[in-house]
């Protein structure tokens, strides 16, 4: 191969991709690089953004409790839905798994279609159950369960409830994406070794579900932690997370540095923790999986 | 109607007591003795076995008596039934008719948890999460065994099956041939009434796979069990069983040892189906069988048409006999395949590479064999 | 394939109406003949589907929303297939960076791009322009449209092109003969994921959209933030049932599962 071929063999993969590449650089990277770096700007109602670089913004989040009230609530929140999510779509995706062709098929699209409809729309239809007069509140009060209507809305709760119906389909992609890698055979020979039912799930199929389980719930978390429509709609102006208070600050008090830095520091939680997890998975499973 | 072979005539009880003495009695350090009281009755006894898909019958009423310590073959293409009456004695399937009697014991209420049977799987089906030791004790802790006599039975199978030091390696680091011995020693730890194996060897290469025929065999004498074998390949059949099973389209065409089944198949598909044959178009009359140009003395035989199958290695050629002309000549290493053309078919000769004279391509020659190489059938519809 | 036990099936139940409990509650009220919001008990009614018409603006947000999509993902599926190519056919230094970089949007929360893009485009002046929004919808989608078209790129088998160039075909006739035919069903489920995807899209267009230039989800969004009324509920069951039917044929035509989930089925 002459010199000019190598060279032209080389340079091909990068003529290839380069319109994407430049799109993604002038569009992602250089955005997210000014966001940063207007985390380090100045602010005031009237002089608006000054570009000089300080602290300020940085040391107002860390120092005042306020905001490390609403990152508390994020993660929280966060947390819980993954727990719950988990919880519920992992068992649901062994159940799909089992099911025969047409039901197995029906369930699949009823449960993941969702994700093809807007999230306003599915918040929305949460935002009518859970009201005061909702249908959830309704059914408590018929079956006597509590004595006046439960205030869902405008509360962590009913955040959690939300958010869970939101994310769950991802808990049970992942989940099934690792159901599918599986032999049948295995279940057949631990059967045949003298394994009950409930052995069976605890020592031969859920270790081997382990990482779908796991990359499952990196996802669900992080977008449970930046998820920004479902609690605006359910937790209203009161009750903030990370990226109802970004969105305040920005379009509301127009504080845009400090805006940025409540943006930045949820990108680098979020980032750190789907990195993390992803290092954990990869070196606890290596051995035993691909 | 042409008569067939006779039924195999075995002295059923001569051979039992040959079964029980060199397998049942030279158990290693895995087997409890216990099973030689078990030795003198049918171990396991498949009575009328029948599994029916809708309308399609997959096993139909398959009767087999497995002697303890036997090695049993089912034999057929794919779609017989064999992997279904497996699947029927490991319970993983109902069976929709039959029975299913296990030392005296009705296997067929039995769970499949239950039933105390060592299976390998054609994939394997190891534990991917789990190292080779841990696969094997796996059967031992569903069973209550304590630790130290687990590690030393696992010890001892791995021992066995010549993996002494892959104890603590995980499966997908192993190759085909580690993995299915793995698999072995975890269905033999249990110290099952009957090991199971579904198409063990399939996934492994031609090497290998004779290697692992020879091991499987000698592992087999040295501990004993009744073992039923599931494969599609005649060679591994002939090889490593007691008995073979040929089944086709869910019924049972033929058992016998597998010398018998060669040389003397009780049905045109068994014929076809384990080595070469030719089967050539024959009439009977008087005693004589005529076949083309050539005659054969066959006493006993009735009379009309029939078809005459002989094996290709038991064709020689002569000066006299049904005469053809050589069409081809291909050399196969360790012997010569030739294909004659005569008046009563493409007619298939094997003959060994000893320096002998063969005729060449083209070449007028005449073909014999021995009446009693020849088997008489019905004619092949 | 063993079957589910009872208490498997109930559980399979309760799931499924948690699913569907939100959805059905939506159209339920949307064909509600009260003036409020309510359960439609006395019979069915369309007033507030018919309502649509009396707001103008949900009809021009849908209409921008149809543009939008079909341009940001057609767009995007244009710059994905010869970059799938590229990371597909190419054993090169920065092949792992430059995927990253393209998938990087699944991982950055959209709140962090919506503030990027606006902080981006107000400095360059095209803040609240429909340039903007499809900029940033291309950059959106691309992943999804790149995750599908390069599943189709591995599996094609290369002795199928190098066949082709062994008869003769120049590389341009290569790619438009045989290449591009097969990777077809990965490019075209890309394109439709890309477009449902823009089309769903609010948290970052929230953001970067002006009066003048809005999306359906986002007109809904700041409608509901002021007041719930069953017109939201219709507008949304108009977008329940329209996906509804997307959805279906898509999974007849691809695989609902394949489409999320890569290999399976």
Same mark, same amino acid.
């Given at each position: 191969?002459s010199?000019?071929?190598?060279r032209? =063999?080389?340079?091909?993969?990068?003529?290839l991709?380069?319109?994407?590449l430049?799109?993604?650089?002038?569009?992602?990277?250089i955005?997210?690089?000014?966001?940063?770096?207007l985390?380090?700007h100045d602010w005031?109602?009237y002089k608006?953004?000054d570009p000089?670089?300080?602290?300020?913004n940085?040391r107002?989040?860390?120092?005042?409790?306020? %905001?490390?009230e609403?990152?508390?609530?994020t993660?929280?929140?966060?947390?819980?839905?993954t727990?719950?999510?988990?919880?519920?779509g992992a068992?649901?995706?062994?159940?799909?798994?089992?099911?025969?062709?047409?039901?197995r098929g029906?369930?699949?699209?009823?449960?993941?279609g969702?994700?093809?409809?807007?999230?306003v729309?599915?918040?929305?239809?949460?935002?009518?159950?859970?009201g005061?007069t909702?249908l959830?509140?309704v059914?408590l009060?018929?079956?006597?369960l509590v004595?006046a209507p439960?205030?869902?809305?405008?509360s962590e709760?009913?955040?959690?409830i939300a958010?869970?119906?939101?994310?769950?389909?991802?808990?049970? *992609?992942s989940?099934?994406?690792?159901l599918q890698?599986?032999d049948?055979? *295995?279940?057949?020979?631990?059967v045949?070794l003298?394994?009950s039912?409930?052995?069976v799930?605890?020592?031969i199929?859920?270790?081997q579900?382990? #990482?779908?389980?796991l990359?499952?719930s990196?996802?669900?978390?992080a977008?449970?932690?930046?998820?920004?429509?479902?609690?605006?709609?359910?937790?209203?102006?009161?009750?903030?997370?990370?990226?109802?208070l970004?969105?305040?600050e920005?379009?509301n008090t127009?504080?845009?540095?400090l805006g940025?830095? &409540?943006?930045v520091l949820?990108?680098?939680?979020v980032?750190?923790?789907?990195v993390g997890?992803?290092r954990?998975?990869?070196r606890r499973?290596?051995?035993?999986?691909? | 109607?042409?008569t067939?072979r006779q039924?195999p005539?075995e002295n @059923?009880?001569?051979?039992?007591a040959t079964s029980?003495?060199t397998?049942?009695?030279?158990?290693?350090?895995?087997?409890?003795?216990?099973?030689?009281?078990y030795a003198?009755m049918?171990?396991?006894?498949l009575?009328?076995?029948?599994?029916?898909?809708g309308d399609?019958?997959?096993v139909?009423?398959?009767?087999?008596? &497995?002697?303890k310590?036997?090695f &049993?073959?089912?034999l057929g293409p794919?779609?017989?039934g064999k992997?279904?009456t497996?699947?029927?004695?490991?319970?993983f399937?109902?069976p929709?008719?039959g029975?299913?009697m296990?030392?005296?014991?009705?296997l067929t209420?039995?769970k499949p948890?239950a039933?105390?049977?060592g299976?390998?799987?054609?994939s394997?089906a190891l534990f991917p999460?789990m190292?080779?030791?841990?696969?094997i004790?796996f059967?031992?802790?569903?069973?209550?065994?304590?630790?130290?006599?687990?590690?030393r039975r696992?010890a001892?199978?791995?021992?066995l099956?010549?993996?002494a030091?892959?104890?603590?390696r995980?499966p =997908?680091r192993?190759s085909?041939g580690?993995?299915?011995?793995?698999?072995?020693a975890r269905a033999l730890?249990?110290r099952p009434?009957?090991?199971?194996l579904d198409e063990?060897?399939s996934?492994?290469?031609a090497?290998?796979?004779?290697?692992?025929?020879v091991?499987l065999?000698? *592992?087999?004498?040295?501990v004993g069990t009744?073992?039923?074998?599931?494969?599609?390949?005649?060679?591994?059949a002939m090889a490593?069983?007691?008995?073979i099973?040929?089944?086709?389209?869910g019924?049972v065409?033929?058992i016998?040892?597998?010398t018998?089944?060669y040389?003397a198949? @009780?049905?045109?598909?068994?014929a076809n189906?384990?080595g070469?044959i030719?089967v050539?178009?024959?009439?009977?009359a008087?005693?004589?069988?005529?076949i083309?140009?050539?005659?054969?003395a066959t006493?006993?035989?009735?009379d009309?048409?029939?078809?005459?199958?002989?094996r290709?290695?038991?064709?020689a050629?002569?000066?006299?006999?049904?005469a053809?002309?050589v069409?081809?000549r291909i050399?196969?290493?360790?012997?010569?395949l030739?294909q004659? @053309?005569?008046d009563?078919g493409l007619?298939?000769v094997?003959?060994?590479?000893?320096?002998?004279?063969l005729?060449?391509?083209g070449?007028?020659t005449?073909?014999?064999?021995?009446?009693e190489?020849?088997?008489?059938t019905? #004619?092949?519809r | 394939?063993?079957?589910?036990?009872?208490l498997a099936?109930?559980f399979?139940?309760l799931?499924?109406?948690?699913?569907?409990?939100?959805?059905?509650?939506?159209?339920a009220?949307?064909?509600?003949?009260?003036?409020y919001?309510s359960?439609?008990?006395?019979?069915l009614?369309?007033?507030?589907?018919?309502?649509i018409?009396?707001y103008p603006e %949900?009809?021009r947000?849908?209409?921008d929303?149809?543009?939008?999509?079909?341009l940001?993902?057609s767009i995007?599926?244009l710059?994905s297939?010869?970059a799938a190519?590229a990371i597909?056919?190419?054993?090169f230094t920065?092949r792992?960076?430059?995927l990253?970089?393209?998938?990087?949007?699944?991982?950055?929360?959209s709140?962090?791009?919506g503030? @990027?893009f606006l902080r981006?485009f107000?400095v360059i002046?095209?803040?609240g322009?429909f340039?903007g929004?499809?900029?940033?919808h291309?950059?959106?989608v691309?992943?999804?449209?790149?995750?599908?078209?390069?599943a189709a790129?591995?599996?094609?088998?290369r002795?199928?092109?190098?066949?082709?160039?062994?008869?003769?075909?120049?590389p341009?006739t290569m790619?438009r003969?045989?290449?591009?035919?097969l990777?077809?069903?990965g490019?075209?489920?890309g394109w439709?994921l890309?477009f449902?995807?823009?089309?769903d899209? &609010?948290t970052?267009?929230v %953001?970067?959209?002006?009066p003048?230039?809005t999306?359906l989800p986002?007109r809904l969004f700041?409608?509901i933030q002021?007041?719930?009324d069953?017109?939201?509920?219709s507008?949304s069951a108009a977008?329940i049932?329209?996906t509804a039917?997307?959805?279906?044929?898509?999974?007849r035509?691809?695989g609902?599962? =394949?489409?999320?989930?890569?290999?399976?089925?």
């Open positions: 191969m010199t000019a071929e190598t032209r =063999r080389a340079s091909t993969p990068w003529l991709a380069g319109p994407a430049l799109l993604f650089v002038g569009v992602v990277l955005p997210i690089a000014m966001t940063v770096l985390s380090f005031g109602q608006g953004i000089i670089i300080t602290l300020k940085w107002d989040i860390a120092t005042d409790s306020y %905001f490390f609403i990152f508390l609530r993660f929280r929140i966060a947390l819980m839905v727990a719950i999510s988990v919880a519920i068992p649901e995706a062994y159940i799909l798994n089992r099911m025969g062709p047409p039901w029906i369930f699949l699209v009823i449960v993941l969702p994700l093809l409809i807007s999230v729309a599915r918040t929305l239809g949460w935002a009518l159950l859970l005061s909702g959830v509140n059914a009060l018929r079956l006597g004595a439960v205030q869902f809305m405008f709760t009913g955040m959690v958010l869970v119906h939101v994310l769950l389909p991802f808990v049970v *992609i989940v099934w994406a690792s890698r599986l049948p055979q *295995i279940e057949n020979a631990a045949s003298g394994a039912a409930v052995t799930l605890r020592r199929v859920l270790p579900v382990m #990482p779908g389980i990359s499952g990196v996802v669900v978390f977008l449970a932690a930046s998820a920004f429509a479902t609690p605006a709609i359910i937790g209203g102006r009161r009750l903030k997370v990370a990226s109802t970004a969105y305040d920005f379009l127009l504080n845009w540095p940025a830095a &409540v943006a949820l990108l680098i939680a980032a750190a923790i789907i997890a992803n954990f998975t990869e499973y290596a051995e035993v999986f691909q | 109607m042409p067939t039924p005539s @059923a009880w001569a051979r039992r029980a003495f397998r049942g009695f030279t158990a290693s350090s895995l087997f409890c003795p216990r099973y030689a009281l003198l049918s171990f396991l006894a009575q009328g076995l029948t599994k029916r898909f399609a019958v997959a139909d009423q398959l009767s087999l008596d &497995v002697d310590g036997e &049993v073959s089912l794919s779609g017989c992997t279904t497996l699947q029927m004695i490991a319970g399937v109902e929709s008719a029975t299913i296990l030392a005296q014991r009705d209420k039995v948890a039933r105390g049977l299976i390998v799987f054609q394997y999460h190292t080779a030791a841990q696969n004790a059967g031992l802790e569903m069973r209550g065994v304590a630790k130290p006599e687990q590690e696992v001892d199978a791995l021992a099956v010549g993996l030091g892959l104890a603590e995980y =997908r192993m085909g580690q993995q299915q011995r793995v698999a072995l730890v249990i009434d009957v090991l199971l063990p060897l996934n492994l290469d090497k290998l796979r004779e290697e692992m025929q091991e065999r000698a *592992i087999q004498r040295t009744t073992t039923i074998l599931v494969t599609h390949d005649q060679g591994e490593l069983s007691d008995r099973v040929v089944m086709n389209r019924r065409e033929q016998a040892r597998p018998e089944i040389q198949p @009780a049905t045109a598909f068994v189906f384990l070469k030719n050539l178009p024959a009439s009977v008087a005693g004589v069988a005529t083309g140009s050539a005659r054969f006493p006993g035989a009735a009309g048409r029939c078809s005459a199958s002989v290709p290695e038991r064709i050629f002569a000066a006299q006999g049904l053809g002309t069409k081809a050399f196969q290493g360790h012997h010569w030739l004659v @053309a005569t009563a007619i298939t094997i003959a060994p590479n000893d320096g002998r004279a005729p060449a391509e070449a007028a005449h073909l014999t064999w021995r009446s190489d020849m088997t008489l019905e #004619p092949a | 394939m063993s079957r589910n036990g009872p099936l109930a399979h139940a799931f499924i109406g948690f699913v569907l409990a939100p959805i059905v509650i939506v159209c009220v949307a064909f509600t003949p009260e003036g919001l359960l439609p008990s006395h019979g009614s369309l007033r507030w589907f018919r309502a018409a009396d %949900f009809v947000a849908f209409r929303s149809l543009w939008l999509a079909a940001s993902s995007a599926v710059l297939v010869p190519l597909a056919r190419y054993r920065g792992e960076a430059l990253a970089l393209f998938m990087s949007p699944l991982m950055i929360p709140v962090v791009l503030i @990027a981006f107000t002046g095209i803040g322009t340039i929004l499809v900029l940033s291309i950059v959106i691309m992943p999804f449209a790149l995750r599908l078209v390069l790129s591995t599996g094609l088998d002795a199928v092109e190098h066949a082709a160039v062994s008869l003769g075909a120049s341009l790619f003969r045989v290449t591009l035919p990777i077809l069903p490019v075209v489920s439709v890309a449902i995807t823009s089309f899209e &609010v970052m267009t %953001f970067i959209a002006s003048a230039t999306t986002v700041l409608y002021d007041n719930i069953p017109l939201v509920s507008v977008l049932f329209l039917l997307v959805m279906i044929a898509l999974d035509l691809y609902l599962d =394949r489409l999320f989930v890569g290999a399976g089925k």
